[in-house]
C-alpha cells in the first residue's frame, strides 16, 4: 500500500509556472506508474499526464502537451509536475495517482491510489 502527499499548489495568474508535488510513502515507490488528474467544480476527473515505472516514459493529455512536464525521484518517493504557460481552464484540484507495477491510463480505474489532492487557481 502507498499514501500520496501533494503539495505546491496555490493562486496564480495566467502564464505562470507553478510546480507539483507528490510523496508517497513506503519502500517500493519506484515499482509504481505515476500519474496526475485534475477535476474542476462540476467536472469529471480527468487524465493530465503520467510516468511509467519502467523507463520513466511520459505521456500526456492533449490539453497540457508541450506546457506541462512530469518527472519522479525514485532516491525521494516523489513525482513532480511542472505546470509552465499556465491557463484559467487549468484551474482544478490535482490529485496524484499510482498503479502498483502497471502504467497509468487516462481512465480513473487505471488507478490503485490517489491523493487528496492540492488546489491550483489561475487566474485571467
Known amino acids: 500500500q502507498v499514501q500520496l502527499v501533494e503539495s505546491g499548489g496555490g493562486l496564480v495568474q495566467a502564464g505562470d509556472s507553478l510546480r507539483l508535488s507528490c510523496a508517497a510513502s513506503g519502500r517500493t515507490f519506484s515499482s509504481y506508474g505515476m500519474g496526475w488528474f485534475r477535476q474542476a467544480p462540476g467536472k469529471e476527473r480527468e487524465f493530465v499526464g503520467a510516468i511509467t515505472w519502467i523507463g520513466s516514459v511520459t505521456y500526456y493529455a492533449d490539453s497540457v502537451k508541450g506546457r506541462f512536464t512530469i518527472s519522479r525521484d525514485n532516491a525521494k518517493n516523489t513525482v513532480y509536475l511542472q505546470m509552465n504557460s499556465l491557463k484559467p481552464e487549468d484551474t482544478a484540484v490535482y490529485h496524484c495517482?499510482?498503479?502498483?507495477?502497471?502504467?497509468?491510463?487516462?481512465?480513473?480505474?487505471?488507478?490503485?491510489?490517489w491523493g487528496q489532492g492540492t488546489q491550483v487557481t489561475v487566474s485571467s
Open positions: 495517482a499510482a498503479a502498483y507495477r502497471r502504467q497509468i491510463g487516462v481512465l480513473t480505474t487505471s488507478v490503485d491510489y
